[in-house]
């Protein structure tokens, strides 16, 4: 394979694995504040259990997304130059953001939230759990902002010509607020929070299947399945609305999403099928007319652009973008049903006796990471052949001096590292689940047992 196809295939497989445990550790985050928030206002001990186990997966998540980012810095450096050179002043003023606003103010609370149970004030404690989530916000924010410019630019001008072109910033606030990066925040946030919900849901299914640690998994259920509710009921709003912008800003991705080729009033929304990019068809469709139209414009009789108005240089691989797109929205789909009806029965007391639905809810941890897989994938692979939408292509973004071998020896090792520590996290993460809450969690001691605390009244 050439340079760049290898190039491709490394950054791919980087960030993929690297993107496993930043929504985690956000969605958790979340979780842990209003466990923590729960015992402060009613004092059950239940809640302060439930956020002191869960502090200990945070940590892990978070040391393995820490671990993994890095690499991709150097990436843009060594592989992508010529990029990292066009893209530095708009990069370099979103990352070092994120490192003043989210980097250090998680770093600063990091120590309180996860050893400073017992040496400080309750108030404190939970003060900097919403630290350590805030700063994990601020993380996402700054993310998505920088690649949000890459498909939407926005308050820049191009500096110097051929390889020494640049873009440099004109309008600092119109980078941060591009065409696309409140919609696709929105969405990334929400599937960070599913994210985290449905492994609290996964584990806690788990518990009441083995029947083990039960209060524990009904306290801990109660949260997961409202914040799981709450986040893929957003997911759905945020996801249209993101579409909605893509089809405004970037027309040659809606179509490759919905395999659309011919530009044409009451556009079909299409549930599944297959792509065939040399015959321009969409094949083994099942498709509900006008839908598209509807959604996108607020009328049915509304046209749609489809792909044979963009050059076919110029196309995104159709099939690809379009098998990732569907695959998130049917995941999309089955968490908020699987959500739904876990809560009904749970509400109902009658989870404990569905043994298929607790099943589901085990495996649901895979749901909200294979979606947000898929759908960076899809916008990623949609945004192609530019890697900055409209003013570079990927193909001219590569390191002058970079060889195949060298990027293939990188990619060899990196797999074999990345596969070592999966291995770790998945240990580690098993040992402690399998171990479970600690029974001494239920007694503060320290500074918290010093504070007052309310009487907890009513059962877990």
Same mark, same amino acid.
């Not at 340079?3 to 550790?25: C, D, E, G, M």
């Not at 299914?205 to 509710?229: C, E, G, I």
């Given at each position: 394979?050439?340079?760049?196809?290898?190039?491709?295939?490394?950054?791919?497989?980087?960030?993929?694995?690297?993107?496993?445990?930043?929504?985690?550790?956000?969605?958790?985050?979340? $979780?842990?504040?209003?466990? *923590?928030?729960?015992?402060? +206002?009613?004092?059950?001990?239940?809640?302060?259990?439930?956020?002191?186990?869960?502090?200990?997966?945070?940590?892990?998540?978070?040391?393995?997304?820490?671990?993994?980012?890095?690499?991709?810095?150097?990436?843009?450096?060594?592989?992508?130059?010529?990029?990292?050179?066009?893209? !530095?002043?708009?990069?370099?003023?979103?990352?070092?953001?994120?490192?003043?606003?989210?980097?250090?103010?998680?770093?600063?609370?990091?120590?309180?939230?996860?050893?400073?149970?017992? /040496?400080? !004030?309750?108030?404190?404690?939970?003060? =900097?759990?919403? $630290?350590?989530?805030?700063?994990?916000?601020?993380?996402?924010?700054?993310?998505? &902002?920088?690649?949000?410019? $890459?498909?939407?630019?926005?308050?820049?001008?191009?500096?110097?010509?051929?390889?020494?072109?640049?873009? *440099?910033?004109?309008?600092?606030?119109?980078?941060?607020?591009?065409?696309?990066?409140?919609?696709?925040?929105?969405?990334?946030?929400?599937?960070?929070?599913?994210?985290?919900?449905?492994?609290?849901?996964?584990? =806690?299914?788990?518990?009441?299947?083995? +029947?083990?640690?039960?209060?524990?998994?009904?306290?801990?259920?109660?949260?997961?399945?409202?914040?799981?509710?709450?986040?893929?009921?957003?997911?759905?709003?945020?996801?249209?609305?993101?579409?909605?912008?893509?089809?405004?800003?970037?027309?040659? /991705?809606?179509?490759?999403?919905?395999?659309?080729?011919?530009?044409?009033?009451?556009?079909?929304?299409?549930?599944?099928?297959?792509?065939?990019?040399?015959?321009?068809?969409?094949?083994?469709? %099942?498709?509900?007319?006008?839908?598209?139209?509807?959604?996108?414009?607020?009328?049915?009789?509304?046209?749609?652009?489809?792909?044979? *108005?963009?050059?076919? *240089?110029?196309?995104?691989?159709?099939?690809?973008?379009?098998?990732?797109?569907?695959?998130? %929205?049917?995941?999309?789909? !089955?968490?908020?049903?699987?959500?739904?009806?876990?809560?009904?029965?749970?509400?109902?007391?009658?989870?404990?006796?569905?043994?298929?639905?607790?099943?589901?809810?085990?495996?649901? %941890?895979?749901?909200?990471?294979?979606?947000?897989?898929?759908?960076?994938?899809?916008?990623?692979?949609?945004?192609?052949?530019?890697? %900055?939408?409209?003013?570079?292509?990927?193909?001219?973004?590569?390191?002058?001096?970079?060889?195949?071998?060298? &990027?293939?020896?990188?990619?060899?090792?990196?797999?074999?590292?990345?596969?070592?520590?999966?291995?770790?996290?998945?240990?580690?993460?098993?040992? /402690?689940?399998?171990?479970?809450?600690?029974?001494?969690?239920?007694?503060?001691? !320290? /500074?918290?047992?010093?504070?007052?605390?309310?009487?907890?009244?009513?059962?877990?």
């Amino acid at each position: 394979m050439d340079v760049l196809t290898l190039s491709r295939i490394q950054f791919a497989a980087t960030i993929s694995f690297h993107y496993i445990y930043p929504p985690l550790s956000i969605g958790l985050g979340v $979780m842990l504040v209003i466990f *923590e928030a729960l015992w402060l +206002r009613t004092g059950n001990p239940l809640y302060h259990q439930a956020a002191r186990f869960w502090t200990r997966v945070f940590a892990l998540t978070f040391a393995l997304g820490v671990a993994t980012g890095i690499v991709m810095e150097f990436e843009f450096g060594t592989n992508w130059a010529t990029y990292s050179r066009f893209v !530095g002043d708009v990069f370099g003023s979103a990352l070092a953001a994120e490192g003043i606003f989210a980097f250090f103010l998680e770093s600063g609370f990091l120590a309180i939230l996860l050893f400073g149970w017992d /040496k400080v !004030g309750r108030t404190l404690h939970w003060f =900097s759990t919403c $630290m350590v989530c805030l700063g994990a916000h601020f993380s996402a924010i700054w993310i998505v &902002v920088a690649n949000s410019w $890459m498909q939407t630019p926005a308050g820049y001008h191009i500096v110097g010509e051929g390889l020494r072109a640049r873009a *440099e910033i004109t309008d600092f606030w119109a980078m941060v607020f591009n065409p696309s990066s409140m919609d696709r925040l929105f969405h990334t946030v929400c599937g960070a929070w599913q994210q985290g919900a449905f492994l609290v849901l996964s584990v =806690s299914a788990w518990y009441l299947l083995r +029947r083990r640690h039960l209060d524990f998994a009904r306290v801990s259920m109660r949260v997961a399945f409202a914040v799981a509710v709450v986040a893929s009921v957003l997911q759905l709003v945020s996801g249209h609305d993101s579409a909605a912008g893509v089809a405004k800003n970037q027309p040659a /991705k809606l179509a490759a999403f919905e395999g659309l080729f011919e530009t044409a009033p009451r556009a079909p929304l299409t549930l599944w099928g297959w792509v065939d990019e040399q015959g321009e068809t969409l094949r083994g469709a %099942v498709a509900i007319p006008g839908l598209l139209s509807w959604l996108v414009h607020g009328d049915a009789d509304q046209p749609v652009r489809g792909l044979r *108005e963009t050059p076919p *240089e110029d196309r995104p691989p159709v099939n690809s973008t379009f098998q990732f797109y569907h695959a998130m %929205v049917a995941l999309g789909f !089955g968490l908020i049903g699987l959500a739904a009806w876990g809560s009904v029965q749970f509400w109902r007391g009658t989870l404990p006796q569905q043994r298929v639905l607790l099943w589901l809810l085990v495996l649901s %941890v895979l749901g909200p990471a294979v979606a947000n897989q898929c759908g960076w994938f899809a916008a990623e692979v949609g945004r192609q052949p530019w890697i %900055v939408y409209g003013l570079l292509r990927t193909e001219n973004a590569l390191s002058a001096v970079v060889t195949a071998d060298t &990027v293939l020896l990188s990619l060899v090792l990196f797999t074999v590292i990345y596969a070592l520590l999966f291995a770790v996290f998945v240990y580690l993460l098993n040992d /402690k689940i399998s171990h479970g809450p600690d029974p001494a969690d239920l007694t503060p001691s !320290g /500074k918290l047992a010093a504070a007052t605390i309310p009487e907890a009244t009513g059962r877990p």
